[in-house]
């Protein structure tokens, strides 16, 4: 795992973002436990957090290199291969997320443009896209950021890559 001034600064926004959601449900489980009466806008609290902690999520898990990935192929391919392999991986990544920002900023503009709001705080859900897109902007150039660092790795012979993935060291086992 790879640590870097902004993937620590993704990690603590997501972990403050999570506390609020955390803090934002409690006390509406106990103010409807107790008192019978929830909290105004909790829902809407909860899922405009929810979306804003994926989106940066995203960032933070390309970075680390923590996504999920298959690998079925990786072992009997050579390790130029893999490391072209995970650079055109990470470059269709921010292709992707690139598309999906451009789609959700268009419809920031036509939820902004209909004035939609959200039913119980009233809170602009264009605005709530387009930091959403805007999320994604940054998560394109970290895919770029990370296809360049692995085009840029150097070739490591396979046992060395075995015996780092096994003992988190190049030393022999």
Excluded at 127 to 154: D, E, H, K, S, T
Aim: aromatic share 10%.
């Amino acid at each position: 795992m790879m640590r870097t001034r902004i993937g620590d600064w993704f990690a603590a926004t997501c972990g403050i973002l999570i506390l609020f959601m955390m803090f934002v449900t409690t006390v509406d489980v106990g103010l409807r436990y107790f008192f019978n009466a929830p909290l105004k806008g909790a829902f809407e609290m909860t899922e405009i957090t929810m979306a804003l902690v994926i989106f940066a999520g995203l960032s933070l898990a390309a970075l680390r290199r923590e996504h999920i990935t298959v690998n079925l192929l990786e072992s009997r391919l050579s390790p130029t291969v893999t490391r072209w392999q995970r650079v055109i991986a990470d470059l269709i990544c921010a292709v992707t997320v690139a598309i999906l920002g451009w789609r959700i900023w268009a419809r920031g503009e036509s939820l902004l443009a209909s004035g939609e709001t959200t039913l119980v705080l009233g809170v602009q859900r264009g605005y709530v896209a387009w930091a959403m897109a805007v999320l994604c902007v940054i998560a394109v150039g970290v895919f770029l950021y990370c296809a360049y660092r692995a085009a840029q790795a150097p070739v490591v012979a396979r046992d060395a890559d075995v015996n780092h993935a096994l003992t988190g060291s190049g030393t022999a086992l």
